[in-house]
């Protein structure tokens, strides 16, 4: 998966099942009840936990099992085996996800704030939620690159991109206050490398490596990323840099 613009909201919302997506053989049997879809729910929920807390290595049945509070049995009654279980929590996500971002860079409702102001929101909101659901993003990127050519990771990849694709879009709105030459272009080299950064930084945690040359915290991110992306566009405004933050000095040596 991508996970380029992670702005997936943090509340599960209750009575949401994954859905029409069929891996392979009947990998996964849908529920009919709603005491089918009940269970259901409480796997995938449990799935989500221990996938951030153990990662995707540490993510087997009986664990995941335990956690819902059902036996092995029924976990294995519902899907045929762990890929078919983590297929079905990541299309969740992706869908919670998907859903988020849709609402986020609606061009109507953003218009207004103008493009400083939504490109800290959405750079910001990047880097709560990545904070937020680190494990269990770390666990997806690793699902997907270890699964990366399956139907399944390449309908996600699809969904991600389009995704992406409407966030370029609303940046498009702007298009006039934007001085590089390609302004689509610039917008979405601009995302991947503040994703880059994020996954060194927050999924992987490598903060540490850099600590003797400047200490990065979230308010740095949320400070620097924006202006950075914005002096990057090439957009010229008093805004980009208002609110500037005093950068921590380096650890003595």
């Not at 380029?4 to 997506?21: A, D, N």
Request: proline fraction near 5%.
């Amino acid at each position: 998966m991508l996970i380029i613009i992670h702005i997936m909201s943090r509340k599960k919302e209750r009575g949401t099942t994954p859905g029409p997506y069929r891996p392979r053989k009947p990998a996964h049997r849908p529920p009919v009840q709603e005491r089918s879809r009940e269970s259901l729910r409480r796997m995938l929920d449990a799935a989500e936990v221990v996938l951030a807390k153990h990662g995707l290595e540490g993510a087997i049945l009986p664990r995941i099992a335990a956690k819902a509070g059902i036996s092995a049995a029924n976990v294995y009654r519902r899907f045929r085996d762990k890929d078919a279980l983590m297929a079905a929590v990541f299309q969740r996500v992706r869908e919670r996800s998907s859903a988020a971002t849709a609402a986020q860079v609606d061009p109507e409702t953003v218009r207004p704030i103008g493009l400083v102001r939504f490109s800290r929101n959405i750079i910001g909101g990047m880097i709560q939620n990545y904070r937020g659901d680190a494990g269990l993003i770390r666990a997806a990127v690793q699902y997907s690159e270890q699964h990366w050519e399956t139907a399944f990771v390449r309908t996600t990849r699809a969904s991600e991109a389009q995704s992406f694709q409407t966030m370029v879009d609303t940046f498009m709105i702007w298009r006039d206050q934007i001085k590089h030459p390609d302004p689509q272009r610039a917008v979405r080299f601009g995302f991947v490398m503040i994703a880059l950064v994020l996954r060194k930084l927050i999924l992987f945690n490598r903060t540490r490596i850099f600590e003797d040359v400047l200490s990065l915290d979230d308010d740095i991110l949320k400070t620097e990323l924006p202006r950075m992306f914005l002096s990057y566009l090439g957009v010229e405004s008093d805004e980009v840099n208002e609110n500037i933050k005093e950068i921590k000095p380096c650890k003595s040596a």
